[in-house]
């Protein structure tokens, strides 16, 4: 089986130098998007799964009022930045509404956030977030998560619906998915483990995506281990899987049909 390694170039300029490959051979410019897709969905659920840490800082066992009032001082500790209003069970969080730090886990916050704690037993916790215009300078998601521990396993499962648009060229997405993250190696605050489910419908149609032993750091525009099995809107199945080469690289092999395309991703993450 061949293998490339190819630096990443604009996919527009792809698709125009790109010939038409046989209908089981993989082509760059489908290697590419599918990299590009990817990286994108991923970043959106980043986005939000940082906001949704934060917000795990509270006694479990309690009432739900004490819950979301513990959130709001641990929040407002973390992030000056934040106008916090609590009703009940309720914050309503706008990040860069004030003064101060906005930087949690490497993620610089703008936007409004709002977490209701609806269930606070041992043994079974229901976090419910809603995002609009939630932003970390690079990716836009506005839309809805639950979120429910096991404690046991230390572990969290987020469903979520989310919208999203890529700040730098207004790409958008809008996708659900069904994912289980726990903390990396390193803590919480370096990056998540993940498995799970998610799909998306862009401009190109709707993406599927089985996540398997991801691990993602919140600094990163792509994970450094693990693999995704994508399937295209042409319901071609892709793998992507990731290898960290330093600490600013990582390499991405895209595998599919009868050939391997490899992409070396710096942090900036530009494709």
Known sequence: MRRDVLP???IVLLLALTGCPADDELSYSEAAQALDEASLAGQASDVAAGTVEISTNFT??????AAAAELRDFIASQLPCAEIALVGATLTIVYGAKAGNCTYAGQTYSGTHTVTVSRNHPGDVLVQHTWTDLSNGRVEV???ADVTWSVANGTRRVVHDLAWTRLRDGKTGHGTGDRT???????ILEGISVDGTCSWTGAAGTWGLDIDGVEA????????AGAYVLTTPSLKTLTLSFARVDADTIRVTVSGGARDYQFDVSRTGTL
């Open 142 to 144: 506005s839309g809805s």
């Open 60 to 65: 479990i066992g309690g009432m739900v009022e």
């Open 217 to 224: 750091r919140w600094v990163d525009p792509v994970p450094q």
């Open 8 to 10: 990443l170039v604009p």
């Open 181 to 187: 993250q726990g903390a990396l190696p390193g803590g």
